[in-house]
Structures are given as C-alpha cells and as structure tokens.
Nanobody, 126 residues
Framework: QVRLVESGGGLVQAGGSLRLSCAAAGTTFSRYTMGWFRRASGKEREFVAATIRLSGSTTYGDSVKGRFTISRDNAKNTVYLQMNSLKPEDTAVYYC???????????????????WGQGTQVTVSS
C-alpha cells in the first residue's frame, strides 16, 4: 500500500509562489510516475504536472506551463511542485498521485494513477 501525504498549501497573493510537497511511504518511490492534479470548486479534476518513472521526463498542463515546475527526490521519497506567478485561477485543492505509466501522454490521465493523497488547499487572492 502506498501512502501519499501532501503539504505546503496555503493562502498567497497573486504573483506569489508556493512549493507543494508530497511524501510517499510504503513503496519504492522511484518505481512510480508521480503526478499532480487539482480540483477547483465546482470544476472537474485537472492535470497539472507529472514526472515519469525511469526516464525522469516531465510533462505539464497547458495552464501551468512556464510557471510550475515538478521535481522529485527519490532519496527522500518526495515529489515537489514549485508554483510561481500564481493566479487566482490556480485556486484549488491539489492532489499528488502515484502510478506506473511510462508515457507522458498517458500520465496526464487521472485513470493512470493508482494511489492518491488527501489533497492540500491552495488559495490565491487577487
């Protein structure tokens, strides 16, 4: 069983930055593709970013490209999401997820992930 715990959410002004962390336990972390998704109130879950297992390649949702950066530290069993130039429309609950996809085009789909964290709230004020 893989346990994922997100942290680092909070309230920030537009234009500011936050770094989310997702710590994994109960698994060999490096075996997993790690993704970040978000869900804004009243909206569907949206893909944010993923780092692909084995290759280490990354992929991003169009709405965050150039502003967000995903990274991982396999020694610490942790994946990060650095969020810069935040906008009010980035307000959402952010979830990390673990899966086994090897392809970036598949890693954008929530169905490719087997394990999910409980989420952390990010609120961006205008």
């Amino acid at each position: 069983q893989v346990r994922l715990v997100e942290s680092g959410g909070g309230l920030v002004q537009a234009g500011g930055s936050l770094r989310l962390s997702c710590a994994a336990a109960g698994t060999t972390f490096s075996r997993y593709t790690m993704g970040w998704f978000r869900r804004a109130s009243g909206k569907e879950r949206e893909f944010v970013a993923a780092t692909i297992r084995l290759s280490g390649s990354t992929t991003y949702g169009d709405s965050v490209k150039g502003r967000f950066t995903i990274s991982r530290d396999n020694a610490k069993n942790t994946v990060y999401l650095q969020m810069n130039s935040l906008k009010p429309e980035d307000t959402a609950v952010y979830y990390c997820a673990a899966g086994t996809s090897l392809l970036p085009l598949r890693a954008i789909r929530s169905s490719e992930y087997d394990y999910w964290g409980q989420g952390t709230q990010v609120t961006v004020s205008s």
